[in-house]
């Protein structure tokens, strides 16, 4: 029902940037929340980063506050994730999520109703 195709995953030095983008297609509505969780081998999947569509409020995980930015743009349904001063920690696949609750404010995986791909980044050091 909803699509979501990420991109902008790559391999980059530590204390470099990168920038993720994820455009959402098919019936989305209107309110709805957007977010990036992470995971890296062997651990949980990890709350990033969340924005509201109709808001704009955005929700930051502890480790990535400071560093990464979410930013959406509306006409063309697309979300973005700006890393920066990326650490080896870093590393995990990305994914990009869709919730139909458009408050912003979810932090869980079983929160959202659909997922992407997952795009792979890799911070060498």
């Known amino acids: 029902q909803v699509q979501l195709v990420e991109s902008g995953g790559g391999l980059v030095q530590a204390g470099g940037s990168l920038r993720l983008s994820c455009a959402a297609s098919?019936?989305?509505?209107?309110?709805?929340?957007m977010a990036w969780f992470r995971q890296a081998p062997g651990k949980e999947r990890e709350f990033v980063a969340a924005?509201?569509?109709?808001?704009?409020?955005?929700y930051y995980g502890d480790s990535v506050k400071g560093r990464f930015s979410i930013s959406r743009d509306n006409a063309k349904n697309t979300v973005y994730l700006q890393l920066n001063s990326l650490k080896p920690e870093d590393t995990a696949v990305y994914y990009c999520?869709?919730?139909?609750?458009?408050?912003?404010?979810?932090?869980?995986?079983?929160?959202?109703?659909?997922w992407g791909q997952g795009t792979q980044v890799t911070v060498s050091s």
């Open positions: 999520a869709f919730s139909r609750n458009g408050s912003g404010y979810r932090r869980g995986t079983d929160e959202y109703d659909y």
């Open positions: 924005i509201s569509w109709s808001y704009g409020s955005t």
């Open positions: 098919g019936r989305t509505g209107s309110s709805y929340t």
